[in-house]
């Protein structure tokens, strides 16, 4: 397998994170709210019993998101950029909220400055207004996010500044490795 099928096969397991985060989610006996709660939370000890999966699940995804960018196609700056995303991705489960919070705080900031970016830039250079247009609301969620601008919504906001990047790059992923396919068939 080539790098750039490979760098696809990565980003199509993007969408997966999606998955592990409902599923852990679920699984919180307390009071979760997706809609009021930071992802974060799902990675702290006392609120998830699913905390270590979740704080994997950060270091997991970012690496693929990272690998991924790093063997496709996608320009400089934004192969830059997802990079960026997935190495904060990495140490925010590295740095879980409860054990280093601090720290925690640093390394996931990135994530909310890079990600949005790179996804208006991938669909801006890919001609694609949908995902132009969710990078546009990406980098409007992450300025709510980051400038505690949605109290009472803070995990809904974070959600959306996050969630349609590794839609988007899932998407493009699959594309990558159904025109290659079909290159090789045809």
Request: glycine letters at 12%.
């Amino acid at each position: 397998m080539d790098a750039r099928r490979l760098g696809a096969l990565l980003r199509t397991a993007q969408p997966l994170y999606i998955v592990v985060e409902l599923v852990i989610a679920a699984t919180v006996p307390g009071p979760y709210s997706r809609v009021g709660d930071t992802i974060s939370e799902l990675g702290v000890a006392a609120v998830s019993p699913g905390h270590a999966v979740m704080n994997g699940a950060f270091v997991l995804f970012g690496t693929t998101l990272a690998v991924g960018a790093l063997l496709s196609d996608l320009g400089r700056t934004t192969t830059v950029l997802w990079v960026i995303a997935g190495l904060s991705s990495i140490a925010t489960g590295l740095a879980p909220l409860n054990s280093a919070p601090v720290a925690h705080l640093v390394v996931s900031a990135p994530v909310f400055l890079a990600q949005p970016v790179a996804l208006l830039l991938t669909g801006t250079t890919r001609r694609s207004r949908t995902a132009t247009g969710l990078g546009v609301v990406s980098i409007v969620a992450s300025l709510l996010f980051l400038g505690g601008l949605a109290p009472g919504a803070s995990g809904l906001v974070e959600r959306l500044a996050l969630w349609p990047g590794y839609v988007v790059v899932g998407v493009l992923g699959v594309r990558t490795l159904a025109s290659a396919s079909a290159v090789r068939a045809g």
